[in-house]
């Protein structure tokens, strides 16, 4: 069984930062591609970032500058660091993995995201 899973989501006060990770867990080899989401109360979700295979990030012009991507395949792990946080940031925020999984290919993952409120 192959899990995605988020953490490290919390209230936050403006100008914080934060970092959130995303573990990918069961029979897999690594993260070959990642990209983080938030949906935000009575919004779409929005994809706000993404790390490519050769490390390569993309962002929004929201968050570029203030949130950077990386992952860890040692340990499993994509993160997401906030930093300068606002109160717009104020959001679940959600992981979604290309996972090279041990016999079945490589697969897309959700996890059930973890929320972040930033507020004074």
């Known amino acids: 069984q192959v899990e995605l899973a988020e953490s490290g989501g919390d209230l936050v006060q403006p100008g914080g930062s934060l970092t959130l990770s995303c573990v990918a867990s069961g029979s897999i080899f690594g993260i070959v591609a990642a990209r983080w989401y938030r949906q935000a109360p009575g919004k779409e979700r929005e994809l706000i970032g993404s790390?490519?295979?050769?490390?390569?990030?993309q962002y929004v012009d929201s968050v570029k500058g203030r949130f950077t991507i990386s992952k860890d395949n040692t340990k499993r792990t994509a993160y997401l660091h906030l930093s300068a946080v606002q109160p717009e940031d104020t959001a679940r925020y959600y992981c979604?993995?290309?996972?090279?999984?041990?016999?079945?290919?490589?697969?897309?993952?959700w996890g059930l995201g973890t929320q972040v409120t930033v507020s004074s």
């Open positions: 979604n993995a290309d996972l090279k999984t041990t016999g079945w290919g490589t697969h897309s993952y």
């Open positions: 790390i490519a295979s050769d490390d390569t990030t």
